[in-house]
């Protein structure tokens, strides 16, 4: 078989927009990455600021909210470790992975608003 200069251009074009879209595809990807390491980020950051406040205001006896923070910060150290994972896969791994951390964030996010009375921005 042989191959005209229009076949070959076709095919160039083909490729060139193929190209085009798995980068938009690569892109977005990176955008939703570059999100969830935010959110998770900011989780930390709010969690580990209550956790200074509750200590220092802590009255003896009364464990309940450092509690609360102490179980907030290891549930965002899983969701953390579960984003590193999810970075490492492939399709569709990767996206059920990446699915499974956006629901754990949007999880702790309404536990961190409701119990540590904090309005989240974000999220879903």
Do not use: W
Request: proline content about 3%; charged content about 30%.
């Amino acid at each position: 078989m042989q191959l005209t200069r229009s076949d070959l251009t076709t095919s160039g074009n083909t490729l060139r927009e193929s190209g085009i879209e798995n980068q938009t595809l690569l892109s977005d990807d990176y955008t939703e990455e570059k999100a969830l390491g935010n959110r998770i980020r900011n989780l930390d950051k709010l969690v580990e600021s209550a956790y200074a406040t509750l200590q220092r205001e802590s009255i003896p006896g009364e464990p309940h909210p450092l509690d609360l923070a102490n179980d907030l910060r290891v549930r965002i150290q899983a969701s953390r470790n579960l984003f590193r994972v999810a970075r490492l896969l492939s399709e569709p791994a990767r996206e059920s992975m990446f699915s499974k951390v956006h629901d754990s964030l949007d999880e702790l996010e309404e536990i961190v608003a409701s119990e540590l009375s904090v309005k989240m921005n974000g999220g879903s």
